[in-house]
């Protein structure tokens, strides 16, 4: 493996200098197997938009960046079926879908990423998951190295996770995803600051979601940031209302008969850890939940800062906070 000459800054939201030995973008899906074969037995590691990613050192491997572009519209009587590149832009295609009156998205407006990181994440926000719309995804197997399709069933939806965090991690890479959206449109409001809408359209929605992310996120190209950095932690209801008797306040979202979700905002807001910084690193002084680089943050200093938070969470609330960012060393994902 050569040297690493090819900056990563301006490939990851959060802009950590950071540098990676090759860079290779494929633009067609049925060229992966002959451009893949090319690289030979190598390290890599398959980057989107770089908005769910963190670079925390040099990459001392190969960035491997589709640009699978496309939106396909078909219809039946119940759904509105989009067949999508998996390296559009998620919110470019919420915009999309509202100018032709497709709803359905407008919970999911503003959410950084690509389409083909929606089902990796199940992405998810005031309600509504991805889960309830996706189809089927198509990808190419690494291992296998041919084209496969799987429903959604199979994709093992989970809070923030699918089998693609799972079983196919890192063995696949997305290039489309279908989405089978129903034309019977219902409003979710029923989530934060939703919940004040009385008879919204979908536009009411979106503008009401895209305001309130405008206000509580900062703008990653002012400064350096990932989103949201840990997820929502589920814990049992048993553990819940033990917390209860010494945080009386404590929010919580039910999430079944047995579990609920805290907002880790409000664990680490708890902790005193909004506005503190170290180094180039801090916790943003308005959203507990987003970790930033003022321009002059280190990897080093971005996983003090977060380990800090984690240890002080699971020592006074006995919850263990996972991060919802994908932290990449150089030889690929580091455990916080």
């Known amino acids: ?44 590691y398959i980057l989107g938009e770089g908005s769910n990613t963190i670079f925390l050192e040099n990459y001392q491997g190969t960035i491997i960046k589709p640009a699978f572009m496309g939106i396909d519209l078909k219809q039946t009587e119940t759904y509105f079926l989009l067949k999508v590149g998996a390296s559009e832009n998620w919110h470019n295609l919420v915009l999309w879908c509202m100018q032709r009156n497709i709803d359905g998205f407008e919970n999911l407006a503003s959410i950084p990423g690509t389409v083909g990181a929606a089902p990796i994440q199940n992405i998810g926000a005031y309600g509504v998951e991805i889960e309830k719309f996706i189809h089927h995804v198509e990808y190419y197997d690494l291992n296998t190295k041919s084209h496969n399709s799987i429903g959604s069933t199979a994709c093992e939806f989970t809070y923030r996770s699918s089998v693609f965090k799972k079983r196919l991690s890192d063995n696949i890479i997305i290039t489309s995803v279908t989405f089978a959206i129903p034309k019977d449109w219902r409003p979710v409001t029923n989530y934060g600051e939703l919940k004040g809408l009385l008879k919204p359209s979908a536009k009411d929605i979106f503008n009401k979601v895209v305001d309130v992310r405008m206000q509580k996120l900062p703008d990653p190209s002012k400064i350096g940031n990932a989103g949201s950095f840990f997820k929502n932690p589920i814990i049992a209801f048993k553990q819940y209302n033990k917390l209860q008797q010494s945080w009386p306040s404590i929010p919580s979202y039910a999430v079944d008969n047995v579990s609920v979700k805290i907002p880790a905002a409000w664990l680490i807001e708890q902790l005193g850890f909004k506005g503190k910084k170290i180094g180039g690193i801090g916790c943003h002084p308005h959203q507990a939940l987003v970790l930033t680089n003022d321009g002059s943050g280190t990897g080093e200093q971005l996983l003090q800062l977060a380990r800090a938070i984690k240890t002080a969470v699971l020592s006074e609330f006995t919850i263990e906070l996972e991060n919802e960012v994908r932290l990449i060393g150089k030889k690929g994902p580091i455990v916080l």
């Open 1 to 44: 493996m050569g040297l690493c000459v090819y900056s990563l800054a301006p490939h990851h939201s959060f802009g950590l200098p950071s540098l990676a030995s090759e860079f290779l973008s494929i633009n067609i899906p049925v060229d992966l197997k002959a451009q893949l074969s090319e690289l030979g037995d190598v390290t890599f």
